[in-house]
């Protein structure tokens, strides 16, 4: 099935219709993520065939940044999900799902949704749970579990899913060198400047394999010019970067990046414990701060760089973590990602 015929069958389900009313449903998935995008299209799925109250589906990409992450104009007056990205208390919004350790911008934002739980007003419309390797896993099983929903054909996207946003590869010499369609989908989601890929690439991610969306004429389109940037990304790194007690550390900033991926560094130097990369886009300068997946060293004894990020504004999980600065903020940037550097070289020589 196409994009167009997938956007005009949209309104179509045989679930029961609430209410006895349609209307549109926006979903503010984790933009320039792989399983923010998968979250987005299992959401559809799920609503489509067990809600049953929405018109048709929109989207709408969100970024960490510095400032509001948020705008309340941008919600409408239908249903607004929010999959795989921070909470928000506004009333506009109906559903949210996520599982970062990180959730929550405020206390005040983690009460309000533990008052909408405990009092039952929100329990089967805001899930949260940070043992969750995906959002995308936690979206199937709670649209499962609790609502029905069937899950069959889905085992793939679920399974890439896990991989790539727990960095679950089996080396880095398979998530850099990226032979599977998984992989080269995640480059494309990430990297790209394409403000459209959403609307046309989310649908797609339940319906069909992910081999067949990697062969969609508007992915291969984009795919070739992403690759060479991918290789000029190693070349960059590898003659920035340098590892010294644990920590491998560069900085890119004076080459704009909208993103690159972030296995590089232990591609480079596999015996590197952390690293700390420091690079700049068009709306953000940003730390990058990462846990090698094949390091031997055990889990009890790794840094939680969620924590460590939230100090200056960012946040993510225990193994990878970013912080967002304005562009105008390069130095504030630089000198968190020195600190950051320094705390963790000093934990791999106590």
Known sequence: ???????????????????????????????????????????????????????????????????????????????????DFKYSASKKV???????????????????????????????????DPSYTSCTGLILDIAANKFGFST???????????????????????????????MKLTMVIESTQDDTLGEKLIPLLTEMPLQQVLDQPFVQTLLGPLMERHHAALKLIGERAALERGVIAFDITDHLTEGYNKFIPYYLFPEGTYNVGLSKSSFRTKVSVGTNPWTPIPAEKLANLAVICERYGGGGHARVGAISFSPDREEDARRAAGEIVAELQARETA
């Open 1 to 83: 099935m196409g994009p167009d015929k997938l956007k005009a069958s949209s309104a179509q389900t045989g679930a029961q219709v609430f209410g006895g009313s349609r209307l549109d449903c926006k979903i503010f998935y984790h933009d320039k993520c792989f399983d923010g995008a998968c979250s987005a299209s299992v959401f559809t799925r799920f609503h489509r065939e067990c809600i049953g109250t929405a018109s048709s589906f929109l989207y709408h990409g969100l970024v960490h940044r510095a400032g509001a992450l948020f705008d309340e104009r941008e919600f409408i007056d239908g249903e607004n999900a929010i999959v």
């Open 94 to 128: 109906t559903w949210w799902f996520d599982h970062h350790l990180s959730a929550f911008l405020t206390p005040e934002d983690q009460a309000g949704y533990e008052r909408g739980q405990s009092d039952g007003s929100e329990a089967m419309r805001k899930f949260y």
């Open 152 to 182: 069959k054909g889905l085992e793939e996207l679920r399974h890439w899913a896990d991989i790539v946003d727990g960095a679950k590869y089996e080396s880095a010499k398979a998530a850099v060198e990226m032979a599977s369609p998984a």
